[in-house]
């Protein structure tokens, strides 16, 4: 099964600030290390939203609306694509980026990493 595991955006992220360089270093090793152990798909970052737009349909028609958007805890910064057995595995997984979050940036960090099934 696929699963799409989600990285909530931070007010960094949305500024356009880069990762600090020791999160991307270790994010490099995790993904690399799930590349080898088949569980990697695809995963990437994402540009803050005011780089974006949305494409909206409302009353029978079509709209863009121009990023940034205000709810932050609302957007995501990056995603990792996983080919896993079961949900509780992909959680295990999601647990895993959020460890190295917390390991890398210390406990103060606050972040979601939200984890959905995909459907081919």
């Known amino acids: 099964m ?32 799930s590349f080898k152990e088949g569980k990697m798909v695809m995963g990437a970052g994402l540009g803050p939203s005011s780089m974006g737009a949305r494409v909206q349909t409302a009353g ?27 949900l509780e595995a992909a959680v295990q997984e999601g647990k895993r980026m959020m460890q190295l979050h917390l390991d890398v940036l210390g406990p103060g960090y606050e972040g979601t990493c939200e984890v959905r099934q995909m459907f081919d």
């Not at 990285?7 to 490099?28: D, F, Q, R, V, Y």
């Not at 028609?61 to 079961?86: H, N």
Request: with cysteine.
């Open 60 to 86: 029978g028609k079509i709209s863009v609306v121009d990023g940034p958007f205000a709810e932050i805890k609302e957007l995501v910064a990056g995603f990792a694509i996983m080919e896993l057995p079961s």
């Open 2 to 33: 696929k699963f799409l595991c989600m990285m909530k955006a931070t007010s960094e992220s949305e500024a356009g600030l880069p990762p600090e360089p020791a999160m991307m270093e270790a994010m490099g090793k995790l993904m690399e290390q």
